[in-house]
């Protein structure tokens, strides 16, 4: 259908729409059906700080980072903030929120200036009822979520923070490089909320990892000797 | 329709209706789908420590506690286990998982003996597509799963030790009692890896809690009051 092509290439950009069919929500959708929902959707602009939606507010759409980074998170009564999840570009999220009348369990904010494109609820309630074996896709998205969900409690039950900090910068970079030279694109303090410690104790973890290699400057953190890492990290073991 | 809920009432009893209604997901069905998926269903009996299912199989079903508790843990390399989450009578699990070619996440094995009910993988899938209307019936199951996991993932990196192991008890003994005695249906360890701990320091999270009015001895937690426990956990706050 080259007329929706072009029409979907003005609303678009090139790299856009690789990261969106990278999405594991968007990318599980038929071709047709995901030219027929982007052709409904909207790009949403905003500033580093800015709150897209609010923990208990009902949900209104599923969403994927065009560019940038968004952060999931609960803010408790006392200050203390637990981050759930951060999303980069290519991520989804709220994709099984949409499907009914429910509300976002966290808050999601941007990290810095970022760009979300937004899917409205009824186009894809719509999409799902005149469709059904897309529910099959729908949920192929979901099932990678639960998953992610499941990894991040059992890693948060059973590995200590210094592991769950070097698990961090292993996943976080590139496998194929002796050293590394990492840019965390967000405050230290958010790292920290990330992985469940206070900055004090996360600043702590960085001392201890200084003799294995690894340092923290500004935002930055280098990794000398990649494979010394996993060596430490099979020893937690 | 007579004929089938006769059908029904042959094949499970009353409570195990009344169980099977309460879950998150059967709950959330049409009656007459529910019926249907029903009488193609089957109750499976597991001895004490007997696994349903483990880590990396292919997904087979959904599966609901009719009595008797189950466990969904990951046990890692060095024999640390993450227990996941416990269910109870009327909980169900693996809801997400069966409308696709995933495998599950974690193993479940029974905790002492039990009877689940088991609905098979192509029995849903062909519920799904015949019906379209249910996929959001479905899906409602899955977001209070995912709500779960995710109060999970807030309480673990939020909250200390001690702060979890005082919401387990408040959470799992009446809330209109002053004084409390709940027996634990598993053994210590297991709360202590559901709690993300080890069994010492659940030792000394009990014993840091004995000038609180809470007791624990063999599986029973007695609480003399509870209402100072309710004021202990809002002072972590």
Known sequence: MPMSQHALQNTFTPLELKRICSSHFFGALPDQLLRSILSNSDRIHMSSGEVLFHKGDTVDGVYCVLSGTVKLSINQIDGREAVIEIFHE????????????????????????????????????????????????????????????????????????????????????????????LEVPFEKKILAALLGVTPETLSRLFKQLQSHGVSLEKRVITVRDRKALIKLSSEFL
């Open 90 to 181: 290519g991520h989804s999220f709220a994709e099984a929120l949409a499907f009914n009348d429910a509300t976002y369990p966290a808050t999601a904010s941007a990290l810095q200036d970022s760009v979300v494109l937004r899917v409205p609820k009824p186009i894809l309630k719509q999409s799902i009822l005149q469709q059904p074996e897309t529910a099959e896709a729908v949920l192929a998205g979901i099932v990678l979520h639960l998953h992610k969900l499941v990894r991040q409690i059992e890693s948060l039950k059973t590995n200590s923070a210094q592991e769950r900090l070097v698990q961090y910068i292993l996943t976080a970079t590139d496998d194929q490089q002796t050293s590394a030279r």
